[in-house]
């Protein structure tokens, strides 16, 4: 699993070459320059302080301020680069995700929970953008520190260069043992964060529900709860991630001090310079700290993996509907639209649809009702293409609407819905959102067809009022219209109105249907679940129960019949 995030990861790298080689060749650099510093230890004991040579301390007082200006400079240089190339691959990633999501089918969004998904959007990719402004330029840069110091170590003495070669990567085998528990532990994390997430999600998206029932100690008690596992994963992760680096520490140690005491015997013995030895040790104390640094960024870089790979779980995610190949756009809606045959289920459960075939005739307008259950929505979303039906198939002007692109058959149909969705912005940009490059005319006419001119002029702010989040400071009759006026902006050949006014008052209902009645004049219109006043002025009412068609025909042939619809209708259903 590390090898394929690996790699997808040096595949972002790709798309930044020139940026990433030339922060390498300033890297390249610092390490050589850092080796300079200590090889000029050498001289400094064994010509200055011994031999008392004062052209060497000419020499090195020279070139010690020389070598850390040039160290500056490559060191700007190679933060810049690097902080630049993992905000873009982070940029790059992010928009990736959200693209993705966009035009991920219907089924992934119903089906999970939008906190754990908000949750790898901001929480995951914040681990990685962390990570890669620090991971790669840190270890790339310890590399070639380590290249160069052990080339020092085996120049000034090439015995005790292969002894500590050997006696640091023994050092850091703990580091091995606590990477997978850190990478464990840090994945466990991130769920348990999304859960988190999940919850505030909920429970402040039903905060009037639980103010209703009195339950804001209960929603507290869930919180603390998910709040709790999570602290409880991070304190195990601290004390794994705390024990890892000491351990380390103290094994370099010993083999620092093994090296030590048989180089110094060889000094005292006369057959090692002082230079050469501080020199050597100079070089070798500097290996250890970027052992020390992956022991350090080690937690970082499992969070890091941990997050990315729950991102890139998203981006494998693949969208269940797909253009056929030379999929044509639709242009226009000439004669009907049928359905022949039609089944659903939804994850391979108990069938939603069974069965189901009928027309919509141009111009017509076709009511769908039935008991809660039996379909109707889901019809809705079938003609939308958010899913694809499991058998039979739906056919516009007599094509497999599969031939056509999903884009260009949405073109086609406005849709109101019972719960209109309206974003934390304007008024006017809550209607436009129907048109792109909508004008300033267009929305105002869109607005009057729909009954809502006059309320939105009273607004203080008219139409560039902030309607808050979900539409929050409307009223259920003034979201309705603002949803139909958006609906209508982009001239809709077919109009879907899924229980559009089923959840409003008599008054608002009153003015939701004569917007909805002068907007349906001459539209082609499937209406689900409506009140009587507009059912019974449907061409054609399809009755369903279960899933299935168990009558159609005009209100007036339907009542006549002892059939589900007269009931329906006795119970105030329709």
């Known amino acids: 699993m590390n090898k394929t995030i690996y790699k997808r990861l040096l595949e972002y790298f790709k798309e930044h070459k020139s940026r990433f080689i030339t922060a390498v060749l300033c890297m390249a650099g610092v390490s050589a320059l850092n080796g300079m510093v200590r090889l000029l230890i050498k001289p400094m004991i064994d010509k200055v302080f011994i031999q008392k040579d004062a052209g060497t301390l000419s020499l090195i007082v020279i070139a010690i301020p020389s070598i850390y ?36 089918s219907m089924r992934f969004h119903t089906s999970g929970s939008t906190g754990r998904v908000v949750a790898r959007l901001t929480n995951d990719i914040s681990f990685l953008q962390t990570a890669l402004n620090k991971i790669p330029a840190t270890a790339v840069l310890d590399v070639l520190t380590v290249m160069v110091l052990m080339g020092i170590m085996f120049y000034l003495n090439w015995k005790f260069a292969l002894v500590s070669l050997v006696a640091f990567p023994v050092a850091s085998i703990p580091i091995i043992k606590f990477t997978r528990k850190m990478r464990d532990l840090s994945r466990h994390g991130q769920k348990q964060m999304a859960e988190i997430y999940k919850h505030l999600g909920e429970s402040l998206g039903a905060i009037n529900i639980t103010k209703a029932f009195n339950r804001e100690k209960t929603e507290i008690g869930r919180f603390s709860r998910a709040n709790r596992d999570f602290y409880e994963l991070v304190i195990r992760f601290v004390k794994t991630e705390a024990l890892s680096s000491p351990i380390m520490e103290f094994l370099g140690a010993l083999a620092i001090a093994l090296v030590l005491f048989f180089a110094a015997k060889e000094v005292i013995g006369g057959y090692w310079s002082a230079g050469s030895f501080f020199a050597f040790f100079g070089a070798a104390f500097s290996i250890y700290q970027p052992l020390r640094n992956f022991a350090q960024f080690n937690p970082q870089l499992q969070q890091a993996l941990s997050a990315s790979e729950r991102i890139f779980e998203i981006l494998e995610e693949k969208p269940e509907i797909i253009e056929m190949p030379g999929a044509q756009p639709v242009t226009d809606f000439k004669k009907s639209i049928t359905f022949d045959g039609v089944g659903f289920r939804y994850n391979q459960g108990q069938s939603v649809l069974k069965d189901v075939s009928f027309e919509i005739k141009k111009g017509e307008i076709v009511a769908l009702v039935g008991p809660s259950g039996s379909g109707k929505t889901t019809i809705a979303h079938l003609l939308l293409r958010f899913y694809n039906p499991s058998s039979g198939k739906i056919c516009l002007d007599g094509e497999d609407i599969t031939r056509y692109t999903s884009a260009s058959l949405r073109e086609l149909m406005g849709v109101v819905t019972q719960e209109p969705v309206l974003f934390n912005e304007s008024v006017l940009y809550n209607i436009s959102y129907g048109k792109e490059n909508a004008t300033e005319e267009e929305i105002i006419n869109a607005a009057t067809i729909a009954h809502c001119h006059p ?4 607004m203080p702010g008219g139409y560039n009022t902030v309607v808050g989040e979900r539409g929050v400071l409307l009223s259920g ?11 209508i902006i982009k001239d809709p050949k077919i109009l879907i109105l899924d229980e559009a006014t089923s959840a409003l008052d008599a008054e608002s209902e009153k003015q939701v249907q004569a917007a909805l009645e002068k907007v349906m004049e001459g539209r082609t219109t499937v209406i689900i679940a409506h009140r009587l006043a507009t059912v019974k002025k449907a061409n054609k009412i399809v009755v369903l129960e279960k899933g299935s068609i168990v009558d159609a025909g005009t209100h007036e042939e339907l009542f006549k019949k002892e059939g589900l619809y007269r009931r329906l209708h006795q119970l105030q259903i329709i």
């Open 69 to 104: 200006l040039l160290l500056g400079v490559l060191n700007y240089a190679k933060n810049y680069l690097m902080s630049y190339i993992a905000q873009k691959i982070t940029l790059q990633i992010r928009n990736e995700a959200y693209s993705h999501l966009q035009f991920l």
């Open 455 to 458: 309320f939105i002029t009273k």
């Open 477 to 487: 009759g003034e979201k309705q219209r603002i949803a139909i006026a958006r609906a």
